[in-house]
């Protein structure tokens, strides 16, 4: 009996979690299939997933199929939780992608198409809901091909569509039959001569949809059962096992995290190669270089790998339904693993792996979290914590002036979600600010700056001089040394370095610098002082303090000299309207500066292609029904960052000490620290 780790993605509404019941009740693991609307699924297990109707948080059940074990991942179809999707891919061996019959390739639905093909994951289509009113067959069919991927395989007919009596009935039809051989030379050859039999079109099907080449269709009803036979001997025919050598060296990776009843972390992990342990001993986490870069006098080969290690106290595998605990977990499987104190998600586990990257776009929304009069503000700051543990792509900032925390989010449900979730988990009420979009800064220019040891107004025992240069986008940030590595102790070095990137969080304009490089060019200490019989003097010799505490005031006067330019971040969208809805649309358009870049007349129907601010997306989903009769379609997506236009740059409150005001920066230091003695 061979694994497969199966993934249900879709846009919101689609049938996903009902999908997920069905096939749950296929396979004998449920004895009656729940209702999304009665709240009694077995996927959505959190209160306000039962509230709301939707998947919030990835759900895990195991069972038996035909003779494959599938683990099954059920995940949010909500825009606002693409993190949880993401990181779901990294662990999936095959996937369904679920359309609606009624709604048809919505928004959602194109995002994840593109991210599945980009990524090769072997993709089955399952199109839902043909016993509704309003189901179509031949008009989904064509939007899947022509706004998902060309190379659909339709598995079949549906027939009695919008009934409740509508069916599917199997049966590979011609145009699938075109669409392999336009992959396979002998296929099309023995095509054309009319001498292909079944056995070598389901082997040519089997082959190209394990690579990634085409996406076998099918038609059904999860709420009925209509088409679901067909699409379970799919995903048990066509979709790749799980590999792996269950003897072979420990490796899995982490894809979501939870805490426990005690408090305690539990990590989801896939495992990809050999058999894990209770009591076993392991490391875990991101291994890589540093990110300086290998020039001569560099960091690189001290960075190092930054693993930790812990030992596994308790396993609980997917199985039957649920999970149960056992003494250990095989490759292909997945399990919760408790032990593991500083696991996040993402970690290799055991050997490193590909390096767990992002797959969609991080957050462009920022809000401030407001806490009820009688809040405990220590609390609420642990219990967001938590929720950042779980969700890595949800940013916090904390004001320790203000007393204020900042949180990232995708979309505006996502407050709704961490109200919610504070008041259930934790009995913490709070409320948001406004949202606004999250800008970047990027140098314009090169910038360099120093401070000498006991000169000037340099009040710490260090001489630290950088550079600042542009960088290309998305290389991240490049530490350099253009000093000699053994001037000064490597601590030192690494307390520059930390500082760099802490610092650039926030950039003249209170906004974070992803992209530049920054060079060390001088550098200098005071070394060790004692006295007679009274040991090391700090007052005399340099600290970690004194490098931490000056590398921001020269990171800034380098920021200064080379100067910043405030970047928004910009969503391409694709309109959908009536042509003679356009005259009203435009005007809109151009207010809240949506630049359409395509225009094309489809019939009586108009679609532009364009970008626009982020900031703009929501208010612009609000006017659409009243400007185009409910008819239109807005299809948004992050795309890239842009220069805010002259003389509307936002400004982002610092959370920082404030290094743009050496006098209040010294101040708020010394206050932090206590003074002199805080120095280590």
Known sequence: MHLLNLGILAHVDAGKTSLTERLLHTAGVIDEIGSVDAGNTQTDSLALERRRGITIKSAVVSFALDGVTVNLIDTPGHPDFIAEVERVLGVLDGAVLVVSAVEGVQPQTRILMRTLRRLRIPTL??????????ARYDAVLKAVSERLTATVVPMGRAEGLGTGEARFVPGLEPAGVDVLADHDDELLSAYVEDTVSPGRLRAALADQTRQSLVHPVYFGSAITGAGVDALVEGIRQLLPPAGGDPQGPVAGTVFKVERGSAGEKVAYARMFSGTLRTRDRIHFGTAGASSAALAPGSLGDLGGDTRAEGRITAISVFDRGTDLRGDAVTAGRIA??????????????GEPRKTYGHFFAPPTLETVVVPADDTDRRALHRALTRLAEQDPLIDLRHDEVRQETFVSLYGEVQKEVIQATLAEESGLDVTFRETTPLCVERPVGPGAAVEFNKKGANPFLATVGLRVDPAPTGSGVDFRLEVELG??????FKAVEDTVRETLGQGLH???IPDCTVTMTHSGYSPRQSHAHQGFDKSMSSTGYDFRGLTPLVLIEALRRAGTEVHEPMHRFRLEAPADALAALLPVLARLRAVPQTTETRGAACVLQGSMPAAHVHELEQQLPGLTRGEGELDSAFDHYAPAPHGTAPERRRTDL??????????NLTGRVGGRGGRD
């Open 658 to 667: 404030n290094p743009l005001n050496r006098k209040e920066y010294l101040l």
């Open 487 to 492: 001037s000064m102790p490597y601590a030192f």
């Open 336 to 349: 919760k693993l408790w032990g593991l104190a500083d696991i996040r998600i993402g970690d290799a586990i």
């Open 510 to 512: 209170g906004w974070q």
């Open 125 to 134: 289509v399952f199109v839902n809901k043909i016993d509704r009113r309003g």
